[in-house]
């Protein structure tokens, strides 16, 4: 158990919709990464927030949002689904390191699987 | 050509077989992320190293800063070794993001 819970586990839903996916770090994490993972593809990094404020985004197509909350939770918004955005769904946390220290080890959730029909 | 490369891209072998699997980089790295994707979905975290080799059971994990390279080895391979395997470069300056490998999927046959 690594310590990052993530809920629901699985999403089936139709297109057009809208779901929100959650996301609750490690204790002591500042730092929550959100990932999508297609159907037999690697992990696409899609944004990142450390200690409430957005600090990186990577593939995040418009549709999807994400914000991280005081108490350091994290939600992702995806909303006029589309089937391609079927997928596992991943949220990591870490302690971000200081400056040129080298190390970012990040602990990964269990995943939710959304389903779009 | 991705920044972070692995090799193999799939391998199989018998139960027992000694395993390695590679990891070659070309950028700059300070630290090098090993984790396991269990065929279920789950990802677990394996290693985090910046220099020399670390241990943990049967897993084994190597790496060279100045060749630019790192790599798993499994000994005693058994059928719940089967999973894919990703290496991770993290490039250790302000970008916290981690340089993703494609992944190297290993299947253990009994």
């Known amino acids: 158990d690594s310590g990052v819970t993530q809920t629901p586990k699985h999403l089936i839903t139709a297109t057009g919709q809208r779901v929100t996916l959650r996301c609750s770090p490690r204790?002591?994490?500042?730092?929550v990464y959100w990932y999508q993972q297609s159907l037999d593809q690697g992990l696409q990094f899609l944004i990142q927030y450390y200690n409430g404020e957005e600090r990186a985004k990577g593939n995040i197509l418009e549709r999807f949002s994400a914000q991280q909350f005081p108490d350091l939770h994290s939600e992702l918004n995806l909303s006029s689904l589309e089937l391609g955005d079927s997928a596992l769904y991943f949220c990591?946390?870490?302690?971000?390191?200081?400056?040129?220290?080298?190390?970012?080890?990040?602990?990964f959730g269990p995943g939710t699987r959304l389903t779009v029909l | 050509k991705n920044e972070v490369e692995q090799s193999p891209q799939n391998l199989t072998a018998q139960e027992g077989e000694f395993i390695t699997i590679n990891c070659s980089y070309s950028?700059?790295?300070?630290?090098l992320h090993w984790l396991q994707q269990h065929p279920g979905g789950g990802i677990v975290s394996l290693f985090m190293?910046?220099?020399?080799?670390k241990k943990h059971g049967r897993l084994i994990a190597t790496i060279n800063i100045q060749e630019k390279h790192s790599s798993l080895h499994i000994t005693a391979s058994h059928p719940r070794d089967s999973a894919v395997y990703i290496c991770a470069g993290n490039p250790g300056d302000s970008n916290y993001q981690l340089i993703w490998g494609a992944g190297t999927k290993l299947i253990i046959k009994p």
């Open positions: 990591a946390s870490s302690v971000v390191p200081s400056l040129n220290s080298g190390y970012n080890e990040q602990f």
């Open positions: 204790s002591g994490d500042l730092s």
């Open positions: 190293l910046s220099s020399g080799k």
């Open positions: 950028v700059g790295i300070s630290a």
